[in-house]
């Protein structure tokens, strides 16, 4: 009687560490742009968030037919910004003092800086009819790569990429 010859399938010890160490390779070289992906997030949902809330604050302003202010405050590295019907909103304090309708801390957003460049010096005041507001202003996060929030004279924001070096993909260049 001839002998049966059964043959085993899987995958040897060998096999499998050598998957592994391809694996491993791969991760290795893609973490780096995954860290820089995460940080371009950042600095995009920081800007997307001010835009928003610079017409958020223009149209609180129309709605309760008074004025609306946008207060930038900057303290050893941290950032933050109010959203009040008050000018005297310190959003440094916790819980933000006098900041009735928003507070946004740089805790929110890690990693991404801010430098607030407002004509009138920190505050921006959206006037009560038209929401318009009363001072220029622009905004920029981060370093390199950096995003510049900037709103018009009649109350639209813009973003843009500053640096035409290290544009922020999905944003032109300033």
């Not at 390779?25 to 920081?46: D, E, M, N, T, Y």
């Not at 004279?153 to 640096?163: E, L, M, V």
Request: charged fraction near 15%; charge should be neutral; aromatic fraction near 6%.
């Amino acid at each position: 009687m001839p002998k049966q010859i059964t043959q085993e399938s899987g995958f040897s010890l060998i096999e499998l560490m050598i998957v592994i160490a391809l694996i491993g390779i791969v991760l290795s070289i893609a973490a780096p742009s995954l860290s820089g992906l995460i940080q371009q997030k950042r600095l995009g949902g920081a800007a997307e968030n001010l835009a928003s809330d610079l017409q958020y604050a223009r149209s609180e302003a129309i709605k309760r037919n008074a004025s609306t202010y946008l207060i930038f405050q900057r303290n050893s590295g941290d950032w933050c910004y109010g959203i009040s019907t008050n000018s005297a909103c310190d959003c440094s304090t916790s819980p933000a003092t006098s900041c009735d309708l928003k507070t946004i801390r740089s805790t929110d957003y890690p990693n991404v800086s801010l430098a607030a460049s407002v004509t009138d010096g920190t505050v921006v005041a959206f006037d009560r009819v038209r929401g318009v507001p009363s001072a220029s202003l622009n905004i920029d996060f981060g370093d390199s790569p950096a995003l510049r929030t900037t709103i018009t004279a009649i109350g639209r924001s813009k973003i843009c990429s500053p640096d035409s070096d290290h544009l922020v993909p999905g944003y032109k260049p300033c």
